[in-house]
């Protein structure tokens, strides 16, 4: 059978508008702050902020002073093993105390790390409860997938917190790399439950439903911030967005997505 | 119990060429097929064999019907009981050569013990009793030649198909041997069609010869008969320089 | 080499070698793939060694890194061979289409595989779903859910350099066979799967080490919980947030296990399994 010569070039063909498409998809964020004006701010921020640092970049960029922002998500832990590693940041927010201080016992801090947020625990589950879950207590059925957060994650460390105060042992199906991660297991269906953030239920509106974990028992998780020497886009610059975050307008947008005052 | 061969109206169509031919061969005769290289000899042995499909016409042993491509019969090479002898040998690489020449009868069904002592018979009919252990890649050329035979006549076929037997092996050891195997086609009591180039060959060997030339028989007789009067210039210059 | 033996090279070459730029191109891709290598080498911490067999996280890691790839590595042998036998020699409509289809998860991001696997398995997977209502079975987060990530990237592997193995068989002795009187069976056992041997060897050795890294897959369809789904890829991951230097420590022993892999395969792979055949050109050294 001879081979077809039309067939390479219907190959390049087919493959072109796909690849065009990619090429756009990839250019599309990078565009932001690219071209001609002032140097990005880079923020490593804990997964749990998504949506509230999303939102403080844009209004930041937007004010006198305010330069565009990019942010990093994961694992707090995650971002201070990456910052420990070498790699380029002018912010760091974590969701506890215990990454950000590796990261000032590396040298990297330009200045002392301040509480900017606060939060609380909830147990997050698939919409509209089947399980029947209404407390901690019930996380140890048999008949349940649960997954935690590992334990190097803060909201991992939060959640088996909670755990013992309650006097409740879950052994989870999964340990997640962060508390988006377990989150989503929960929203996909694998999971009947997990220990999230209150801000975390907040942000999935109706793919999960919350259970409130009584006060009593619950631990307030503090959020620092802290800006890192050796900035690119400046010191200033960082320290300027550190304000942001921390002033009442700041306050604002983290309360809109679930977060409490420090 | 033996039976002949019949090959009536025969027709294969190999790429832009066809082979047609009828031909019988009694049990216990040796027919000869010489011819250029290209003529179809090759085809032949193939079809007869089961490997390549008839175009036309029909294949019988005795009353069994190898092969009726009008009649949509074609029985497999497995069921045909034949022993070929190929051309490049097909010796199994990785088996030492009596396990080889039990190969046969082993497929049939024989129990081990009864297959190895079968293979050993005929590995020592063969000059190669003491070889057993070897392997292809271990023997020269007239070597493997003769395990191939051994190989053929083990597992008792019915019929013998012999593809250019003696090409692989070297001018010294030829005519021992061709010695060797006039001895065993004279004792193995089917019919047997022998495929070669060589005139000289065929009528050595042959108790009748055809030769084909593009596709068609172009001349059948005894051998004094061809080598008196060859019907193809080929055929003549070949007799004449061996 | 005397001076006659580098006279000769030079005249067998005599203008037909590849130019000098080629060469150039070529070492810099040597260094581009050596590079990180030695840098592992250099920067893992050789005094914890003994922490590789000390530790309980690494030998319940490790154990269930072997005990999932090679299972893996069964099931992968035990499809794969027959599919890449059909996909060889059967030829019916749509082959190149399934053959594009298998070979599929060799060219798909490995986290794409594991959403892939969840879609398929997961609780409302197409097959997961009705599985997990009729009798309460889940897959994910099980050592199965492993090993089912492990096969799904490792059989291609497996398939397409046997495929290759199964072209480049000799069909004159399955031929003498058949005229011997083997059944379709006795073929494939006494004459195909011996003849495989070597590229079945080089296959499965490949397929193995493919499910052992197993990562993307691993981590998203399977979970991450030690002694169950923790592989030794996932511990890395976790171990370089933690300490660091015991992942460099752990990725290390995982770039011995793969030399050891290559060594095993030696030169013997996609269908070139008569290795350094390529060396005796026209001018005949052998």
């Given at each position: 059978m001879r081979p077809d010569p039309r067939g390479p070039r219907r190959t390049l063909a087919a493959l072109s508008a796909p690849m065009a498409f990619l090429a756009a998809c990839a250019a599309g964020p990078a565009d932001a702050g690219g071209s001609g004006g002032p140097d990005p701010l880079v923020v490593f921020a804990a997964s749990s902020l998504t949506e509230a640092f999303e939102a403080l970049g844009a209004a930041f960029a937007t004010i006198d002073g305010g330069v565009p922002v990019v942010v990093n998500l994961a694992g707090s832990q995650t971002l201070a093993a990456q910052l420990i590693e070498g790699a380029p940041a002018d912010v760091f927010a974590a969701a506890d105390a215990t990454q950000l201080a590796r990261v000032a016992d590396a040298g990297l801090l330009a200045g002392p790390a301040e509480p900017f947020a606060t939060n609380r625990m909830a147990i997050a589950v698939e919409p509209g409860n089947p399980r029947g879950i209404t407390d901690l207590?019930?996380?140890?059925?048999?008949d349940l997938l649960v997954v935690l957060p590992a334990a190097e994650v803060p909201a991992g460390r939060y959640a088996r917190a909670v755990l013992a105060a309650a006097g409740v042992t879950v052994v989870p199906v999964s340990l997640e790399p962060d508390v988006r991660a377990a989150l989503s297991k929960v929203t996909l269906g694998e999971a009947d439950a997990t220990i999230v953030y209150t801000s975390d239920v907040a942000a999935a509106g109706g793919r999960v439903t919350g259970v409130a974990i009584p006060a009593d028992l619950n631990v307030i998780a503090t959020y620092p911030i802290a800006v890192l020497a050796g900035a690119p886009a400046g010191v200033d610059a960082a320290a300027r967005f550190v304000a942001f975050v921390r002033s009442a307008e700041g306050r604002r947008i983290l309360a809109d997505h679930g977060f409490d005052a420090p | 119990m033996s039976a002949d061969l019949r090959l009536e109206g025969v027709r294969v169509r190999r790429g832009g060429f066809a082979l047609t031919l009828d031909l019988a061969v009694a049990a216990g005769e040796v027919v000869a097929v010489v011819g250029p290289n290209g003529a179809g000899k090759t085809t032949l042995l193939r079809a007869v064999a089961g490997l390549t499909a008839l175009d036309a016409g029909r294949v019988t042993l005795g009353d069994r019907v190898l092969e009726d491509a009008a009649g949509g019969v074609r029985r497999s090479p497995q069921a045909r009981r034949v022993g070929v002898v190929f051309q490049d040998l097909r010796?199994?690489?990785?088996?030492r050569i009596r396990d080889d020449v039990a190969f046969g009868l082993r497929s049939r069904g024989a129990p081990r013990v009864e297959a190895a002592a079968r293979a050993g018979e005929w590995l020592a009919r063969v000059g190669l009793g003491d070889r057993?252990?070897?392997?292809?890649?271990?023997?020269?050329g007239g070597q493997a030649q003769r395990v191939a035979l051994a190989r053929a006549l083990a597992s008792e076929p019915d019929l013998l198909l012999l593809d250019?037997?003696?090409?692989?092996?070297d001018v010294a050891a030829r005519d021992g041997l061709r010695e060797l195997l006039r001895t065993h086609l004279a004792a193995f009591p089917g019919p047997v069609l022998l495929i070669t180039h060589d005139p000289t060959e065929a009528v050595a060997l042959g108790d009748r010869v055809a030769v084909v030339e593009d596709g068609a028989v172009t001349q059948l007789g005894t051998p004094d008969e061809v080598a008196a009067a060859p019907a193809s210039p080929w055929v003549a210059r070949m007799l004449a320089g061996g | 080499m005397s001076r006659r033996d580098r006279e000769g090279a030079g005249r067998r070459d005599a203008g037909l070698g590849p130019p000098r730029g080629v060469a150039v191109l070529a070492a810099l891709a040597v260094v581009l793939i050596v590079l990180p290598l030695v840098g592992l080498v250099l920067r893992?911490?050789?005094?914890?060694?003994a922490d590789l067999a000390l530790d309980p996280a690494i030998r319940t890691a490790l154990r269930l890194s072997l005990t999932a790839s090679l299972v893996a590595l069964g099931l992968s042998v035990l499809l794969g061979v027959p599919l890449a036998v059909v996909l060889a020699r059967v030829p019916f409509r749509g082959r190149r289409i399934v053959r594009a289809l298998v070979l599929l998860p060799m060219v798909l991001p490995p986290v794409v595989g594991g959403v892939a696997l969840l879609a398929a398995?997961?609780?409302?997977?197409?097959v997961g779903g009705p599985l997990a209502a009729l009798t309460?079975?889940?897959?994910?987060?099980?050592t199965a859910a492993v090993v089912l990530a492990a096969t799904f990237v490792a059989l291609p592997f497996l398939v397409v350099t046997v495929e290759g193995g199964v072209r480049q068989l000799d069909r004159g002795l399955e031929e003498a066979a058949a005229t011997l009187g083997a059944s379709r069976w006795t073929l494939l056992r006494r004459v195909v799967l011996p003849g495989l041997a070597p590229t079945l060897a080089a296959g499965a050795a490949l397929a193995w080490a493919r499910a052992l890294g197993e990562f993307g897959a691993t981590i998203t369809?399977?979970?991450?919980?030690?002694?169950?789904?923790?592989t030794l890829p996932l511990l890395v991951a976790v171990e370089l947030e933690r300490d660091p230097e015991l992942a460099f420590l752990l990725s290390l022993a995982m770039l011995g296990i793969s030399v050891a892999v290559l060594a095993l395969l030696r030169d013997r792979w996609l269908g070139g399994w008569r290795g350094g055949d390529a060396d005796r050109g026209a001018g005949g050294d052998a």
């Open positions: 207590a019930d996380l140890a059925r048999d | 010796l199994l690489p990785h088996l057993g252990g070897a392997r292809p890649a271990e023997l020269s250019e037997p003696l090409a692989a092996v | 893992a911490p050789w005094s914890r060694l398995y997961g609780r409302r997977g197409v309460g079975v889940t897959i994910p987060f099980s369809f399977a979970g991450n919980l030690p002694g169950a789904t923790r």
